[in-house]
T-cell receptor, first 116, second 115 residues
Framework: DQQVKQNSPSLSVQEGRISILNCDYTNSMFDYFLWYKKYPAEGPTFLISISSIKDKNEDGRFTVFLNKSAKHLSLHIVPSQPGDSAVYFCAASPTLLTSGTYKYIFGTGTRLKVLA | NAGVMQNPRHLVRRRGQEARLRCSPMKGHSHVYWYRQLPEEGLKFMVYLQKENIIDESGMPKERFSAEFPKEGPSILRIQQVVRGDSAAYFC?????????????FGSGTRLTVV
């Protein structure tokens, strides 16, 4: 039961162009979303987040868009740089559960390759 | 601040042996999460612990796997009688708030290989 889906396992983009990474989710209880970047042999690092009360969050070259009705979010990287080449995971969590926890559900990742 | 420290980075075990993976959270973080990444798959939640308490272990296999986070010392993920299917990267993450509002900080992972 894959509640968070990243249907593109890989993406290649020319340096300077826009990279768009997509993520779909099935659980309407998900309320908070994050993107992580992961280099080989390293742990994931937090990139950007968005809560369901917003439809856009921007941080420098990175923008995350959320479409709640479509249960879809995307990460835009503009302009793309070779150092952005990594695996990108989206993650989602419901609002605070009765157990008092957040538990992030991760997608399977998209490997981005930015070509110089 | 050394971040989340995991050791060992690489661990090789023969089938049937025990594997112990350690995680020291960031200073000031009292919440620890373990995730597993199987080859070609995403990160799968395993367990969420606070000091001396297991909060959510819904992602842990029912047998052979256990986790603890004692009052003193690192969090330990233990896998008894390892099998080849346990080969994976195991990531620990920590957060300062129960709700993890700012995302987790991950360690570099332990790559377990069962031969």
């Amino acid at each position: 039961d894959q509640q968070v889906k990243q249907n593109s396992p890989s993406l290649s983009v020319q340096e300077g162009r826009i990279s768009i990474l997509n993520c779909d989710y099935t659980n309407s209880m998900f309320d908070y979303f994050l993107w992580y970047k992961k280099y080989p042999a390293e742990g994931p690092t937090f990139l950007i987040s968005i809560s369901s009360i917003k439809d856009k969050n921007e941080d420098g070259r990175f923008t995350v868009f959320l479409n709640k009705s479509a249960k879809h979010l995307s990460l835009h990287i503009v302009p793309s740089q070779p150092g952005d080449s990594a695996v990108y995971f989206c993650a989602a969590s419901p609002t605070l559960l009765t157990s008092g926890t957040y538990k992030y559900i991760f997608g399977t990742g998209t490997r981005l390759k930015v070509l110089a | 601040n050394a971040g989340v420290m995991q050791n060992p980075r690489h661990l090789v075990r023969r089938r049937g042996q025990e594997a112990r993976l350690r995680c020291s959270p960031m200073k000031g973080h009292s919440h620890v999460y373990w995730y597993r990444q199987l080859p070609e798959e995403g990160l799968k939640f395993m367990v969420y612990l606070q000091k001396e308490n297991i909060i959510d272990e819904s992602g842990m296999p029912k047998e052979r796997f256990s986790a603890e986070f004692p009052k003193e010392g690192p969090s330990i993920l233990r896998i008894q009688q390892v099998v080849r299917g346990d080969s994976a990267a195991y990531f620990c993450a920590s957060s300062p708030y129960r709700d993890g509002d700012y995302g987790y900080t991950f360690g570099s992972g332990t790559r377990l290989t069962v031969v």
